[in-house]
């Protein structure tokens, strides 16, 4: 199927190449670690990689705007705007285990219409754009039928934060519920929901770089994406994302009573 952004996607895909370049040596050698005022952490993969795709979008598309965890800020307007997490699960990476990966996303007025992933170390890549179907490493992907919740597998992370938002009780009520539950967030979960592997994946907090590039390769495989509120925006900071048929009733578990 055609999409009106395959110029955009091929850039994507191109970034995507040498985000893996960067990343898979620095993992190799080892990367420079530093912990960030909120805890979390940055290594020199993740400032070199971000500066070296910046330096290729001012290039080729210096109309846009482009926002990135490290060095680039994070308001999205109108427009065109790429949002990059060059290393997305840097405490893995820091750590040496392979489950880390760059996340690629073209905005359009805040809606995302182009997304990569891409985890080089796993010799996984998934990729989708707005109209054109989604893929994994080539092949093109849909989410499962899977449509009732004592038959869903679960992923979901992050138990402090449910419980900041006062949200564990349900949390645990709908993870008591499910057949199975896998115990991760981010990428991975929601790349496994969009290809059929899980069926819902939960995370209770995210930047926009986190997110639209996982929402527009969910939804181009049939599945549904939403905050907790079920509003389809990348930018509100948490994500449910799903096979589209639990969609509902996951929102309505963790609404509570």
């Known amino acids: 199927m055609a999409s009106w952004y395959e110029q955009d996607l091929s850039l994507a895909l191109e970034l995507a190449e040498q985000a893996d370049r960067i990343t898979t040596a620095h993992f190799r050698a080892g990367s420079v670690v530093t912990v960030k005022p909120d805890?979390?952490?940055?290594?020199?993969a993740d400032l070199e990689t971000e500066r070296a795709l910046a330096a290729v979008l001012a290039e080729r598309r210096p109309e846009d705007a482009v926002v990135a965890e490290e060095l680039h800020g994070d308001q999205i307007?109108?427009?065109?705007c790429w949002a990059i997490d060059p290393i997305d699960h840097t405490n893995n990476f820091?750590?040496?285990l392979a489950h880390y990966g760059t996340l690629i996303a073209l905005l359009e007025d805040g809606?995302?219409?182009v997304g990569v992933v891409s985890a080089p170390t796993l010799r996984r890549r998934w990729w989708a754009s707005h109209g054109g179907g989604a893929f994994a490493d080539g092949n093109r992907i849909q989410v499962s039928a899977v449509d009732e919740v004592a038959e869903a597998h679960l992923s979901f992370a992050e138990l402090d934060v449910w419980n900041r938002r006062g949200l564990?009780?349900?949390l645990v009520g709908l993870v008591s519920d499910v057949r199975w539950t896998f115990g991760s967030?981010?990428?991975l979960a929601q790349m496994a929901v969009a290809e059929g592997k899980l069926d819902v994946a939960l995370d209770p907090t995210g930047h926009v770089w986190d997110l639209a590039a996982s929402q527009v390769i969910v939804q181009e495989a049939g599945g549904r994406f939403s905050d907790l509120d079920g509003r389809v925006d990348a930018t509100r900071g948490t994500a449910v994302v799903t096979n589209g048929l639990?969609?509902?009733?996951v929102l309505a578990r963790l609404a509570g009573p």
């Not at 307007?77 to 065109?80: A, E, F, I, N, V």
């Open 39 to 44: 805890r979390s952490l940055v290594t020199e």
């Open 185 to 187: 967030g981010g990428f």
């Open 111 to 113: 809606q995302p219409v």
């Open 94 to 96: 820091a750590r040496g």
């Open 246 to 249: 639990l969609h509902k009733k």
């Open 168 to 170: 564990l009780g349900p």
């Open 77 to 80: 307007g109108q427009g065109r």
